[in-house]
């Protein structure tokens, strides 16, 4: 517990540091919001965010009331450079509708989308914050610099079968999703505003233009809570909804957490309801990291360099024959 709470304590201050590198010591989860960060998760970091929810939807005007549940799966990896993640957001719901008339039940995929997401700007980058080590105040200061947002790009695909009920045809479809994130630290790290403006379904009969702000704020070393506020317009489906929640820091690598939704029209009036599970594995990026500094201890010292050489030279050979 003790090298837990260090190592984040650690991390809080060093938050501009490790954001460059996109790796942080604890795990980076964008749920339980729907926003997603400017930052990626880390070259050789593979990462899953899991939940599961409860819906119930009322509407005045067409008189139905619908209830009933679904899970989301988020897969990330960052490959080939730091500023780089791919990922895959998987949505299933299922739900039971009750008319005046008649009661039937809907169920498919709400979302699959594949895209990947870059950072082109970091105000952190070559930048080290001075660390008061006697100060926890000091640390928290208001600075201009945090004015500055790092941006990231997005750029996707929707994949929609035939005869999907959540879309607006009967007809499959594939249509490009793109977005740009804007990510601030304020308070040395302890608030997180992320901001990300979206396009959704360009080139289809019905595009998406939406928007979600998220602003996060870390209690101590395992607590952190969130409000988000989250609109999107179409001649389809328009809608604003806002979320609240908490997450709650297992170990380094794990994360559970819990949110509610809702939003204020009557047509229909929803609510949601959500608990989640994020986890990583960094063990490829770590033993990168080892590799990187054996190489750059042997670079220091011709002799271990002439060995690590000749070593790699005889497993290319013993490979070649094998």
Known sequence: MLKIKNLLFTSLFLI?????????????????????????????????????????????????????????????????????????????????????????????????????????YDPYKNYKREVNIYSYKANRNFQWRELIPAVSVYAGANFVGA???????????????????????????????????IADYIGTDYPSYGYILTLTHGFNDRWSGFV?????????????????????LLTPNMQVDASISTNFKDTPSILYGGVGFSWRYDGWYKQRQENNKAQEKAKKNPE??????YQEKERKRKAKYE
């Open 228 to 248: 988000e506020n989250q609109g999107y317009k179409s001649d389809f489906y328009s809608d604003a909804i806002v979320r609240g929640g908490a997450a709650y």
């Open 304 to 309: 271990n360099e002439k060995k690590i050489d």
């Open 16 to 120: 501009p540091q490790f954001f460059f590198a996109q790796y942080t010591d604890v795990i980076n989860s964008n749920r339980p919001g729907k926003s997603m960060s400017a930052y990626s998760v880390g070259k050789s970091v593979i990462q899953g965010e899991i939940g599961v929810y409860g819906i119930k939807e009322k509407h005045n005007l067409l008189g139905y009331d619908a209830s009933g549940f679904g899970t989301d799966l988020s897969i990330r990896y960052g490959a080939f450079l730091e500023k780089l993640e791919f990922m895959l957001d998987v949505q299933y719901q299922m739900e039971n509708f009750d008319t005046p008339y008649t009661s039937y039940k809907k169920n498919n995929f709400r979302q699959t989308t594949l895209g990947a997401k870059y950072l082109i």
């Open 163 to 197: 005869d999907n009920p959540y879309y607006f045809s009967p007809d499959g479809a594939i249509s490009p999703k793109v977005s740009i994130m804007t990510q601030n630290l304020l308070g040395g790290g302890a608030w997180v505003f992320v901001t990300n403006i």
